[in-house]
Nanobody
Framework: QVPMVESGGGLVQAGGSLRLSCAAS?????MGWFRQPPGKEREHVAN????????YYADSVKGRFPISRDNAKNTVYLQMSSLKPEDTAVYYC??????????????????WGQGTQVTVSS
Protein backbone atom coordinates (compact mmCIF):
# COMPACT_ATOMS: atom_id res chain seq x y z
CA GLN A 1 0.00 0.00 0.00
CA VAL A 2 1.01 3.57 -0.64
CA PRO A 3 0.65 5.78 2.43
CA MET A 4 -1.30 8.97 1.84
CA VAL A 5 -0.75 12.27 3.63
CA GLU A 6 -3.47 14.91 3.35
CA SER A 7 -3.31 18.56 4.32
CA GLY A 8 -5.57 21.58 4.06
CA GLY A 9 -9.19 21.84 5.03
CA GLY A 10 -10.73 23.87 7.82
CA LEU A 11 -13.53 26.33 8.40
CA VAL A 12 -14.42 28.89 5.75
CA GLN A 13 -17.34 31.17 4.97
CA ALA A 14 -19.57 30.56 1.99
CA GLY A 15 -17.97 31.92 -1.16
CA GLY A 16 -14.49 31.36 0.19
CA SER A 17 -11.67 29.11 -0.98
CA LEU A 18 -9.52 26.31 0.36
CA ARG A 19 -6.85 24.07 -1.13
CA LEU A 20 -6.43 20.45 -0.23
CA SER A 21 -3.20 18.58 -0.85
CA CYS A 22 -2.45 14.91 -0.77
CA ALA A 23 0.95 13.29 -1.15
CA ALA A 24 1.50 9.66 -2.07
CA SER A 25 4.79 7.91 -1.49
CA UNK A 26 4.76 5.45 -4.37
CA UNK A 27 3.72 4.79 -7.94
CA UNK A 28 0.16 5.72 -8.86
CA UNK A 29 -2.06 5.34 -11.92
CA UNK A 30 -4.67 7.81 -10.74
CA MET A 31 -5.64 9.81 -7.69
CA GLY A 32 -9.03 10.98 -6.63
CA TRP A 33 -10.86 13.11 -4.13
CA PHE A 34 -14.02 11.92 -2.43
CA ARG A 35 -16.13 13.46 0.31
CA GLN A 36 -18.54 12.27 2.93
CA PRO A 37 -21.11 14.83 4.11
CA PRO A 38 -22.59 14.35 7.58
CA GLY A 39 -24.98 11.41 7.61
CA LYS A 40 -24.44 10.62 3.94
CA GLU A 41 -22.53 8.18 1.78
CA ARG A 42 -19.02 8.89 0.52
CA GLU A 43 -19.18 10.44 -2.93
CA HIS A 44 -16.86 11.17 -5.80
CA VAL A 45 -15.57 14.72 -6.24
CA ALA A 46 -12.80 14.60 -8.84
CA ASN A 47 -10.06 12.38 -10.17
CA UNK A 48 -6.94 12.74 -12.28
CA UNK A 49 -4.92 10.26 -14.31
CA UNK A 50 -1.30 10.53 -13.37
CA UNK A 51 0.37 10.11 -16.77
CA UNK A 52 -2.07 12.00 -19.00
CA UNK A 53 -3.50 14.52 -16.56
CA UNK A 54 -6.99 13.63 -17.68
CA UNK A 55 -9.62 14.75 -15.20
CA TYR A 56 -13.22 13.98 -14.35
CA TYR A 57 -15.54 15.86 -12.02
CA ALA A 58 -18.79 15.40 -10.21
CA ASP A 59 -21.43 17.76 -11.58
CA SER A 60 -21.78 19.43 -8.19
CA VAL A 61 -18.19 20.73 -8.24
CA LYS A 62 -17.51 21.17 -11.95
CA GLY A 63 -16.03 24.57 -12.60
CA ARG A 64 -15.39 25.25 -8.90
CA PHE A 65 -12.93 22.54 -7.75
CA PRO A 66 -10.13 22.02 -10.27
CA ILE A 67 -7.90 19.04 -9.56
CA SER A 68 -4.22 19.08 -10.45
CA ARG A 69 -1.09 17.12 -9.77
CA ASP A 70 2.63 17.65 -9.33
CA ASN A 71 4.35 14.56 -10.67
CA ALA A 72 7.70 15.43 -9.14
CA LYS A 73 6.17 15.70 -5.67
CA ASN A 74 3.69 12.86 -6.25
CA THR A 75 1.06 15.22 -4.91
CA VAL A 76 -2.51 15.93 -5.96
CA TYR A 77 -4.32 19.17 -5.23
CA LEU A 78 -7.96 20.18 -5.01
CA GLN A 79 -8.44 23.93 -5.29
CA MET A 80 -11.90 24.63 -3.91
CA SER A 81 -13.52 27.96 -4.63
CA SER A 82 -17.03 29.46 -4.40
CA LEU A 83 -17.60 27.12 -1.50
CA LYS A 84 -21.15 26.42 -0.40
CA PRO A 85 -22.51 25.09 2.89
CA GLU A 86 -23.44 21.88 1.08
CA ASP A 87 -19.72 21.32 0.39
CA THR A 88 -19.27 20.64 4.11
CA ALA A 89 -17.85 17.13 4.45
CA VAL A 90 -14.83 15.08 5.34
CA TYR A 91 -12.67 15.02 2.22
CA TYR A 92 -10.57 11.97 1.40
CA CYS A 93 -7.87 11.44 -1.18
CA UNK A 94 -7.32 8.03 -2.68
CA UNK A 95 -4.90 6.39 -5.05
CA UNK A 96 -5.19 3.61 -7.59
CA UNK A 97 -2.07 1.75 -8.64
CA UNK A 98 -3.38 -0.44 -11.46
CA UNK A 99 -4.32 0.99 -14.87
CA UNK A 100 -7.94 1.13 -15.91
CA UNK A 101 -11.09 1.07 -13.85
CA UNK A 102 -13.91 3.51 -13.40
CA UNK A 103 -12.17 6.28 -11.50
CA UNK A 104 -15.36 7.86 -10.19
CA UNK A 105 -16.05 4.73 -8.16
CA UNK A 106 -14.59 4.62 -4.68
CA UNK A 107 -14.38 0.82 -4.95
CA UNK A 108 -11.62 1.14 -7.56
CA UNK A 109 -9.12 2.81 -5.26
CA UNK A 110 -6.46 0.97 -3.30
CA UNK A 111 -5.32 3.34 -0.59
CA TRP A 112 -7.05 6.15 1.27
CA GLY A 113 -5.96 9.12 3.31
CA GLN A 114 -7.20 9.73 6.82
CA GLY A 115 -9.61 12.47 5.72
CA THR A 116 -9.69 16.19 6.37
CA GLN A 117 -12.70 18.19 7.54
CA VAL A 118 -14.02 21.03 5.41
CA THR A 119 -16.74 23.14 6.99
CA VAL A 120 -18.45 25.94 5.07
CA SER A 121 -20.52 28.35 7.13
CA SER A 122 -23.41 30.30 5.66
Amino acid sequence: QVPMVESGGGLVQAGGSLRLSCAASGRTYAMGWFRQPPGKEREHVANIAWSTGGTYYADSVKGRFPISRDNAKNTVYLQMSSLKPEDTAVYYCATRVRPGGILSSLYNYDTWGQGTQVTVSS
